[in-house]
């Protein structure tokens, strides 16, 4: 389909509806953490991922080792990074900014694996994006209070590790776009939510030892509620709407409106949560979302300027 097509309303809603959940999914993960463990989360997370949809959605016609592949990246290293990161302390609102600069690591391993040469566009809201981590680091260099440092400089660190692994996660499906012409996506990450199961509980049992089998259940509603919510609704409804919109218009056409998706996040954690921010990260969110912008319509806006 071409980029100017019209987008109608009912996709204007589902856009606005992935923005939602996406956005707020990071409250949710909050939540779970206040009882359950960073490993305890990603387990169930993703048990709630596989079933049912296990009986819905039959196997992807491609090799094991792709959804070993994807399995480890994206499950265990996204979102096992993620939930460490909030549980030692990182805020949802710091964590919704910081995962979207996943789009640089995706550009970087484009460039080192699919030898894809970098836009200028890419490279300037690299600097952006480097002004706005600098930011960050400053915020523990010269804090204006003692609050400033309530944010563990590791949790910044290991989110961006999330980034990292989800950067790396799409190559891994690009890869299998390439090798597998007729691939399901929505297939993929249902049987790919196998892996890490295992290696959430295995890694519980090493960090957490202390945790008993009654520790896995947890009590609260709110904490049920957010697993369903995370693996459901952000994992495979958002995921699916998702999809089948850039089928429809093209990733061009439909990725800049994941700008929104951070903005969600920082007025939910500071509305739900009341979280609050320090001049020097505001500072640095305002970076990041400078470099977001130009990389994601930058190259678009360019055309669109030449003409």
Request: proline share 5%; charged share 10%.
């Amino acid at each position: 389909m071409p980029n100017h097509q019209t987008i109608s309303p009912k996709d204007y809603f589902a856009i606005f509806l992935i923005v939602l959940i996406w956005g707020t999914n990071f409250v949710a993960m909050k939540f779970a953490l206040e009882e359950l463990t960073p490993f305890q989360l990603g387990a169930w997370r993703f048990v709630f991922s596989l079933i049912p949809f296990i009986f819905i959605f039959k196997p992807p016609k491609i090799a094991w080792q792709w959804l070993l592949l994807n399995g480890l990246l994206q499950g265990v290293g996204q979102f096992g990074f993620l939930f460490v990161a909030l549980h030692i302390g990182l805020s949802a609102a710091l964590a919704s900014m910081l995962l979207q600069t996943q789009v640089f690591f995706t550009a970087l391993f484009s460039y080192f694996i699919l030898t894809e040469k970098p836009s200028k566009s890419f490279l300037v809201g690299l600097g952006f994006a480097a002004i706005g981590l600098t930011c960050f680091g400053l915020n523990y260099v010269f804090p204006n209070s003692v609050k400033d440092l309530q944010v563990p400089l590791l949790g910044i660190v290991l989110c961006l590790c999330g980034a990292m692994m989800w950067g790396a996660s799409n190559i891994t499906i690009r890869k299998v776009h390439q090798k597998y012409h007729r691939f399901d996506a929505i297939n993929f990450i249902v049987w790919s939510s196998f892996v890490p199961i295992i290696p959430f509980i295995f890694l519980n049992w090493i960090f957490f030892p202390e945790k008993d089998v009654s520790s896995w259940f947890g009590r609260n509603a709110s904490t049920w509620l957010s697993i369903i919510y995370l693996a459901i609704f952000s994992y495979l409804v958002a995921y699916a709407l998702w999809t089948r919109l850039i089928q429809t218009y093209s990733a061009n056409r439909i990725s800049p409106f994941s700008l929104g998706v951070p903005m969600v996040g920082l007025l939910s954690g500071m509305i739900i949560l009341s979280e609050t921010i320090s001049p020097w990260q505001w500072a640095g969110i305002f970076f990041c979302f400078i470099a977001l912008v130009i990389t994601m319509v930058g190259r678009d806006a360019m055309a669109f300027l030449k003409k």
